[in-house]
């Protein structure tokens, strides 16, 4: 009877360090308010009618602050959380593209009213959403250009929300 309180000791203890040793923090929410207040920003600017400017420097912030947690991620909670956040800049920045396309285009009339010009900084977009393409002519060359409906940047602002919702979850969890 004296040699097994021993060796349930020894078992007890082994099963605490081992439970002790798989126990991680949740995460450091503190941490996290700057690129949340950034994305915040984002988003609101926005729905409050940013200028394409304004909207640049908005997304530049976003990104400064989640390259100034790179490599400051502590649990799993947290990486998931900043991989969220990456993915959310990097819809923006897409939207962004799009919207400077846009606007570059606007001054020469040769894109129609709605559309976007497809260039090469384009193609990598309309590939990763699988947005449908419209093939033109420009008639005094006789090449071909494509274009996408300017309705993409809405479905790209909306894919952003989605991205929100995402990391509402991480961060409630």
């Known amino acids: 009877m004296q040699n097994r309180k021993p060796v349930l000791s020894l078992i007890l203890m082994f099963v605490l360090f081992a439970c002790a040793c798989s126990f991680e923090p949740d995460m450091d929410r503190g941490k996290f308010k700057k690129v949340s207040g950034a994305a915040q920003a984002v988003k609101s600017s926005l729905s409050e009618g940013a200028s394409y400017e304004?909207?640049?420097?908005?997304?530049?912030?976003?990104?400064?602050?989640?390259?100034?947690?790179?490599?400051?991620?502590?649990?799993?909670?947290e990486e998931e959380l900043i991989k969220a956040y990456t993915t959310l800049s990097e819809v923006y920045q897409d939207g962004h593209t799009l919207w400077r396309v846009k606007l570059e285009f606007v001054p020469f009339g040769i894109v129609p009213e709605g559309r976007i010009?497809?260039?090469?900084?384009?193609?990598?977009?309309?590939?990763?959403?699988?947005?449908?393409?419209?093939?033109?002519?420009?008639?005094?060359?006789?090449?071909?250009?494509?274009?996408i409906s300017e309705d993409a940047i809405r479905i790209i602002w909306r894919n952003a929300d989605s991205q929100h919702k995402i990391i509402g979850e991480i961060t409630d969890n």
Do not use: M
């Not at 304004?54 to 909670?77: H, M, P």
């Not at 959403?129 to 060359?141: A, D, I």
């Open 54 to 77: 304004q909207f640049g420097r908005s997304l530049e912030a976003l990104s400064n602050e989640i390259a100034a947690l790179e490599g400051k991620v502590a649990t799993r909670k």
């Open 117 to 147: 010009y497809v260039s090469q900084d384009v193609e990598p977009i309309v590939f990763k959403y699988s947005f449908p393409v419209e093939t033109h002519l420009y008639k005094p060359t006789g090449k071909q250009w494509k274009s």
